[in-house]
């Protein structure tokens, strides 16, 4: 299965595969979605927010869509060394698939649901279907490429006023065992009123192993739900990764999210967020660090469409070799939401005369009272700190990854999970180093 942008290409006339036990309306929406992207083919330089971000290199690979018997020789100790583990609920998906043997489903408070999207689906009930019948290609061709091909991921269904104290971890491996594969895993947390919770996403594989990675996770807060949410992408640097983050919140609700970005030849992190009741507040962190040919695109949309809604944005890129990042920062703030508090900034630290970097934080208001800011910095080493450090004795390598650190240390700070921030924080470090030598922090 090759991904082509031309209109029909490899898609047309091709269908979805079929579980008998799969209801009507979802093989339905499957066609329709694989109909969609066979005539409106995949974005292009010319889609305004895929226009610095090159899909060729995706495009050209022929993918074979995943299965369950793909997942072969993962272990335990492959999945702890990707992802340290939480302690709480953990559901493990390998290259897409839930994999019982190395997942743990304990600690949960009465009422709530911790399962896999596959064993809803296979219940028989309905409560998935206003996921999938929307209108095909609503964000663009790979959102609706989920829709067609999505077979697995997680399912969390949070009761009025549960409260998780524990975080729910979820574990995405690949192990592509040297054929070209694409995953497409669905994830669905639904939070009923006044409940409260973490999530922990975790996208890891194989080095030198070439996939794609193309998820969708969903949540919906209904009133006074909090969720925190952490997003974490290790993926290969053989690898690509797209990935959407849709959030739709209700009144007082409380969404945070905080994504850290290392993998993948190709990374895309999108987010959608609708304020949708009064009083709802979202605030998006993210780190970025791209080197050698990497290119990390962050995408967001936050869209204001009730009163007294509160967003905050903070992304921070370290870019290195010929490492390229993106971040395309949309605010809309719809008429008659009044009372609006929306900020957001990017900055952004260029290591390399070859590294590069398109920032675009935008503002679309069409109502008064109203308070948003926004904006964007692209600098480089401060020549003059480096000098005082190694006035004091410490050698230029270290100094130089002490500055660096320095900026990008107030979003590793921001993870509140101790035992991930402990994972984290090498990891980042180890971003800095010219050589063999280790940076001392």
Known sequence: ???????????????????????????????????????????????????????????AVPFEAATVTSSNWVTAEMIDA????????????????????????????AGSVVTTLAAVLASGSDRLEPFFSHTPGEHHAFAAFNDALAEDGAFIHLTSGAILDEPIQFVFF??????????????????????????????????GDVYLTNAVTEFVLADDAQIEHYKIQLEPVTAFHLALLDVRQGRNSRFTSRSVMLGASIARHEVRVLLDGVGAEVSLDGVYLPQG?????????????????????????????????????????????????????????????????????????????????HGAAVGQMDEEALLYLQARGIPAEAARGLLIYAFVHEMVDRIAIEQLRTQLEPLVAGRFRNDDRPVEL
């Open 1 to 59: 299965m090759t991904l082509t942008r031309a209109a029909g290409g490899v898609l047309a006339g091709r269908e979805p595969h079929r579980d008998d036990r799969d209801p009507a309306w979802l093989h339905e929406a499957r066609l329709a979605a694989l109909k969609w992207v066979g005539v409106h083919g995949f974005p292009t330089h010319k889609d305004e927010d895929w226009k610095y971000t090159a899909l060729a290199p995706i495009l």
């Open 82 to 109: 990707a992802a340290v583990d939480l302690g709480g609920p953990r559901l493990v998906f390998v290259n897409g698939h839930f994999a019982p043997e190395l997942s743990r489903l304990t600690g949960l408070p």
């Open 174 to 207: 690949s192990n592509a065992d040297g054929v070209p594969l694409i995953s497409s895993p669905r994830s669905v947390i639904i939070a009923d009123s006044g409940s409260r919770a973490t999530i922990v996403e975790t996208y890891a594989g194989i080095d």
């Open 293 to 373: 040919d990497q290119l990390h695109d962050n995408t967001i949309f936050i869209d204001h469409a009730a009163t007294n809604c509160t967003s905050h944005q903070l992304y921070k890129g370290v870019l290195d070799g010929r490492g390229h990042g993106v971040f395309n920062g949309h605010i809309m703030v719809r008429h008659g939401a009044d009372g609006t508090d929306a900020n957001q900034k990017n900055k952004n630290l260029i290591l390399s005369d070859h590294a590069e970097v398109d920032t675009r934080p935008r503002l679309e208001i069409y109502t008064d009272d109203v308070k948003c800011t």
